[in-house]
């Protein structure tokens, strides 16, 4: 069955800001409290859209959350009309009032699972969102991401879109940022990789000294479970602690796959080489081919450089003509080590044909990069009829967000404007329009 891989980018709401919420995520440390550009921040997005709409690959929009969420401080003692809340947080609390506006749902790569029909034994493509139960700010996310994940996968003999798995550490889940699948082909049967960062029930395997582990194993084990995989197509491999506590707080931020090929650093497994080697035996039982395997040693890049640089966090991508692109943040073109490695890559016969940079620096100062900026879903021609029309990417959509963006957008934002409740209309104002634009329907829950 032929199929093609859809990048769902999250599109970058109108309140994007730098809360300094998410300890373990170096980026989001040092930028907290800075100012914010929110047009600018979904502008960069769009442009990335834009370029990889124009070299064929099948592009889509995934839309923004509301914020403020003021239901999570009316849950802690937070009451009045909606400007006493505002005010209230910012006096009392303003952690709290970050946690509410917090911009994260952007990184779309932790807002779900997915499992392509080719893998899942009913035939249906499977999507878990993730419960992101490690960070307050992002725990509130998944009931949203459920509404609109249903919003545009409606038929439900095609999809199944389950709920979050129960909000608890033993089932701590980050969604497709530890998540890779492996194919000759997007249609064609493969092997998923998931990637945890502890387990509850084999602590004495390790775990990160510093920094929190966000995946468990036992979430793994779950969702594959859930997607109805079968358990030769499943392989597991544990994060190593290590990497977590230098700042690999997702794996997407030290691996990266795409069809037949991993690219992967040196230092990203608990177990090394052995996991590759493992994964590749797997791939080669259940697909018949050899699996194409990039390893990056530490002589080359050393983690931080991948830290902060997001070498891994870029996306790999087939074009139409079969070959592969790889889609990095500039951060990797301004480093010497990493654009040399890169460049050699290009040019010599690893399974990597060419590069395109992109400034995605509002993103990046959250902690986010090209990947964890797109879900990625395999459909075959059937399913990708059967989504909502209007968040694909295209020409006429790319105008309309351009001109909604440049209307509705501020260009700068700074911690104190999040108690402004003008923002807050503001942001209601673009988000109703914006359900009109995508053909949505009712995904978010304030009344205007
Ligand atoms: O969960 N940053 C996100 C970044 C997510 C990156 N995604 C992937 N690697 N796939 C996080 O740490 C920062 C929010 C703030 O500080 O305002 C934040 O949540």
Redesign the pocket.
């Known amino acids: 069955m032929t199929a093609r891989e859809y990048n769902f980018d999250g599109l970058v709401g109108p309140s994007h800001?730098?809360?300094?919420?998410?300890f373990g995520?170096i980026a989001?440390e040092v930028?907290?409290g800075s100012s914010s550009n929110p047009r600018q921040a979904a502008l960069q997005g769009l442009s990335k859209m834009r370029t990889l709409h124009t070299l064929g690959v099948p592009q889509a929009v995934f839309p923004p959350h509301m914020r403020p969420e003021l239901s999570l401080a009316r849950r802690m003692g937070f009451d009045g009309d909606d400007a006493k809340v505002l005010g209230d947080l910012a006096r009392e609390f303003p952690m709290l009032l970050?946690a509410c506006y917090?911009?994260?749902a952007m990184?779309t790569?932790?807002a779900a699972t997915v499992s392509p029909s080719a893998d899942s034994a009913d035939g249906r493509v499977h999507f878990t969102p993730a419960n992101l139960q490690n960070?307050l700010?992002?725990s509130i996310e998944h009931p949203t991401t459920r509404r609109i994940l249903q919003a545009i996968f409606r038929d439900e003999d095609r999809f199944v879109v389950h709920e979050a798995l129960p909000s608890t550490a033993a089932l701590g889940d980050e969604g497709a940022?530890n998540h890779t699948r492996l194919a000759p082909e997007y249609g064609a049967r493969g092997v998923q990789l998931f990637v945890y960062g502890e387990s509850i029930t084999r602590p004495k395997d390790g775990r990160p000294k510093l920094y929190p582990a966000r995946q468990t194993m036992e979430s793994c084990m779950v969702l594959a479970r859930l997607h109805k995989l079968r358990p030769e197509q499943v392989v597991l491999a544990q994060q190593a602690p290590e990497v977590i506590d230098q700042g690999v707080?997702?794996n997407?931020?030290i691996s990266v796959g795409n069809r037949d090929t991993f690219f992967f650093h040196e230092k990203a497994f608990a177990q090394g080489r052995a996991v590759v080697e493992a994964l590749a035996e797997r791939y080669h039982a259940i697909t018949g081919e050899v699996l194409k395997r990039i390893e990056v040693p530490e002589a080359a890049v050393k983690v931080p450089d991948a830290v902060s640089t997001y070498l891994f966090?870029s996306q790999l991508v087939t074009l139409p003509d079969g070959r592969t692109a790889l889609i990095a943040p500039t951060e990797c073109e301004q480093n010497d080590a990493v654009r040399s490695y890169v460049a050699s890559l290009v040019e010599g016969d690893a399974p990597i044909d060419e590069v395109h940079y992109f400034d995605l620096r509002q993103s990046m100062q959250?902690?986010?990069g090209p990947?964890?900026l797109r879900l990625r879903v395999v459909l075959t021609e059937a399913e990708a009829q059967a989504i909502t029309p209007g968040v694909r990417f295209d020409d006429a959509l790319d105008a309309k967000l351009t001109a909604w963006v440049e209307k509705r957008y501020r260009d700068r934002l700074s911690p104190a404007d999040l108690a402004d409740p003008q923002l807050m209309l503001e942001s209601q104002v673009a988000l109703d329009e914006l359900t009109t634009l995508l053909g949505l329907g009712s995904i978010y829950e304030f009344q205007l």
Request: proline share 0%; with cysteine; aromatic share 10%.
């Open positions: 800001n730098y809360g300094g919420l998410s995520n989001s930028n907290e970050a917090s911009a994260s990184w790569a932790n960070k700010h992002r940022a707080f997702h997407d931020v966090n959250g902690g986010g990947a964890c």
